[in-house]
């Protein structure tokens, strides 16, 4: 597969983005990614990542409410102190168990949110954010007309054209 980009080299970078349940692919190369701030220059793994944020956290009083510690996964029997030795979960379902205490701890990974918006930097160049922009729009375009939702694809239709100016 080739860059979307350039169109010349291989696509070795490949990004995903979701948003409102729809998924918007970019396919690019090395050179068009670092050209457009994308690439990443090292990678942390997960459990180094929670492992330091975790070193961080709140201690326990600060966190309130001491019964927190008791509180065990139903599915999985995970602790929170065990999350906190260990720096991995036991099942999908410890986040929704422990969501008041990995909150904290996903927004300061995040910088403040905890909304998934993609993988293309804030600061990626208006280009690369309006090339991904129209592929989202193509593909709910796509969804709305198989649907038969002929008001919205109209709207996005014109919003495709607005932005292809």
Not at 5 to 28: D, P
Not at 39 to 64: C, F, R, T, Y
Request: glycine share 4%.
């Amino acid at each position: 597969m080739f860059c979307q980009l350039c169109k010349k080299n291989e696509a070795t970078i490949h990004l995903t983005e979701i948003t409102n349940g729809k998924r918007v692919e970019m396919h690019i190369c090395q050179n068009c990614a670092v050209e457009q701030g994308v690439a990443v220059k090292s990678q942390i793994s997960l459990n180094e990542l929670l492992s330091s944020l975790l070193a961080s956290a709140p201690s326990d009083d600060e966190m309130g409410d001491p019964a927190i510690e008791s509180i065990t996964c139903p599915n999985c029997s995970m602790t929170l102190d065990q999350f906190r030795k260990d720096a991995l979960l036991g099942c999908p379902d410890d986040y929704e168990v422990f969501e008041r205490n990995l909150a904290p701890l996903l927004e300061k990974a995040h910088d403040g949110t905890v909304t998934h918006c993609g993988k293309i930097p804030s600061h990626a160049p208006r280009d690369t954010q309006l090339q991904s922009k129209l592929l989202s729009l193509k593909q709910q375009l796509d969804s709305a007309v198989k649907a038969e939702d002929y008001e919205s694809a109209a709207k996005l239709r014109d919003e495709i054209t607005e932005i292809e100016k």
